[in-house]
């Protein structure tokens, strides 16, 4: 049987014949091509790689995607409707392209740069490349070498900006099979503090397309970023994306993923926590159902003595639906009174649902303070029979406890508009009864 790496991918000759942006810069184009002759030499993961074991690209790498996009007929009364916040500065990218119709950056307040990638490349020299290697099962490289839009996000010093930035990414679906390319650079500088949503959606229901996205975040000393990231594409769609981010000291970040959409969806998050009382917080939600495929990689590096960390993802399986959770954290030599706690909880609504998961911690120091855990259960009977005995019917009662169980993750987000938006937008998944 043929294996990933000896099948020409659809993305083999598109970096040759496509003309990127960028091509001024020699920097990028020499970035472009060492990551071409790496995915060359890797291709798509298999699953004879260990952090693939339980996802396969078989399907994805059989898909003829195009990477032309038709001009799209989106307005802006389209746009706001999907749109997960009324109030934010907002940078929409429509399949594969900058929409300035369709964004709101007039008027950024001081100290807050938000532009589209294309058009700020040149200021990306320093840190573009800085948060992922290539070496890591060619998807980074792919990512690198195919890249042609995104978001460039800096704060300057001690800015704490007053309104949330929304990157909204729009899949209208009007051109058949399209791959789409996307990096993120977001820099916070020093004591500065920043709300960021990531948006992902679909238009058609059914279409299929590919989002390949990487977010690459830095953290100055004291600097907070709260990031909110929504996946809700169509169930024919493929998601790979990587979000990694170094920390320095007395830094915060509190990353939280909702994957809801897709036929696959794989998500890379790795915090690098490399300065004292630095903390991270990952929560994550995954809600599918049918023969969806989610699968959540997280790592968090605890390089230096005082740092904290937090995670907990959360689970709803339904259907014939397939979900993976590997959360890894490494406490590295000398890392003491270091203060770690990891859980993932899962709710399997069907007996053909398949949930692997794998929390994991390495620990090289001696005086530290971790723990770790996962479930995997079934609704309570006990408290369906409850509420079905004070007049609830069935589906209701089973809706209610399953967003009970889901809700914990969006009560540790503290922006109530936001926290409000992600908890309509869940309940649209759950069954509804009378």
Same mark, same amino acid.
């Not at 406490?331 to 993932?344: E, F, G, L």
């Not at 649902?353 to 794998?358: A, G, L, R």
């Not at 079934?378 to 399953?402: K, P, V, W």
């Given at each position: 049987m043929k294996q990933l790496t000896d099948i020409t991918t659809p993305f083999d000759d598109i970096a040759a014949t496509q003309t990127l942006p960028g091509q001024e810069l020699d920097w990028l184009q020499q970035l472009r091509q060492q990551a071409r002759a790496q995915f060359q030499r890797q291709g798509l993961p298999s699953k004879k790689v260990e952090d693939w074991k339980y996802t396969s690209l078989w399907a994805l790498s059989q898909?003829?995607?195009?990477?032309?996009?038709a001009a799209s007929q989106l307005d802006e009364m389209r746009c706001s409707q999907v749109a997960l916040l009324e109030t934010a500065y907002r940078l929409v990218i429509v399949d594969g392209q900058f929409s300035a119709e369709l964004s709101h950056l007039d008027c950024l307040e001081t100290g807050l740069t938000v532009e589209p990638l294309s058009q700020a490349f040149s200021k990306t020299k320093s840190v573009l490349g800085q948060q992922v290697t290539l070496e890591?099962?060619?998807? *980074?490289?792919? *990512?690198?070498?195919?890249m042609t839009e995104g978001a460039y996000i800096q704060v300057t010093a001690n800015t704490n900006v007053s309104k949330p930035v929304e990157?909204?990414?729009?899949?209208?679906?009007?051109?058949?099979?399209?791959?789409? !390319?996307?990096?993120?650079? +977001?820099d916070i500088a020093e004591d500065a503090e920043l709300t960021l949503v990531e948006h992902y959606v679909s238009l058609a229901d059914n279409s299929v397309g590919l989002t390949d996205v990487i977010s690459e975040v830095n953290l100055a000393?004291?600097?907070?970023?709260? !990031?909110?990231?929504?996946? !809700?594409?169509?169930?024919?769609? $493929?998601?790979i994306a990587t979000l990694a981010g170094k920390q320095a000291s007395s830094s915060v970040w509190h990353t939280n993923n909702i994957s809801l959409g897709a036929k696959l969806a794989r998500n890379d998050i790795h915090s690098q926590l490399l300065g004292e009382?630095? !903390?991270?917080?990952?929560?994550?939600?995954y809600l599918v159902a049918g023969k969806q495929h989610v699968?959540?990689?997280?790592?968090i590096d605890h390089a230096v003595p005082n740092t904290t960390s937090e995670?907990? $993802?959360?689970?709803?399986?339904?259907?014939? #639906?397939?979900?993976?959770?590997?959360?890894?954290?490494?406490?590295?030599?000398?890392?003491?009174?270091?203060?770690?706690?990891? #859980?993932?909880?899962?709710?399997?609504?069907?007996?053909?649902?398949? +949930?692997?998961?794998?929390?994991e911690m390495e620990i090289y120091a001696d005086d530290v303070k971790c723990g770790h855990g996962s479930?995997?259960?079934?609704?309570?009977?006990?408290?369906?029979?409850?509420?079905?005995?004070?007049?609830?019917?069935?589906?209701?009662?089973? #809706?209610?406890?399953? $967003?009970?169980?889901?809700?914990?993750?969006?009560?540790r987000i503290s922006d109530m508009p936001i926290r409000q938006a992600l908890s309509n937008v869940i309940e649209t998944r759950l069954p509804r009864g009378a």
């Open positions: 898909e003829a995607f195009t990477h032309e996009a890591k099962a060619g998807l *980074n490289a792919l *990512n690198t070498m195919l990157l909204l990414v729009i899949n209208t679906g009007e051109t058949d099979k399209l791959a789409t !390319h996307l990096r993120h650079v +977001i000393e004291k600097a907070h970023l709260s !990031h909110f990231k929504l996946q !809700h594409e169509s169930l024919s769609h $493929y998601h009382q630095a !903390h991270v917080t990952m929560d994550g939600l699968d959540n990689h997280t790592r995670e907990i $993802y959360k689970g709803v399986l339904d259907g014939d #639906s397939h979900a993976v959770f590997n959360g890894k954290v490494i406490v590295h030599k000398d890392a003491q009174k270091t203060d770690a706690n990891q #859980s993932n909880r899962n709710l399997l609504l069907s007996r053909t649902c398949e +949930i692997d998961t794998k929390p479930t995997v259960g079934q609704l309570d009977e006990q408290q369906l029979f409850f509420l079905r005995a004070r007049g609830m019917n069935e589906t209701s009662a089973r #809706s209610l406890l399953t $967003y009970a169980f889901a809700v914990e993750v969006l009560q």
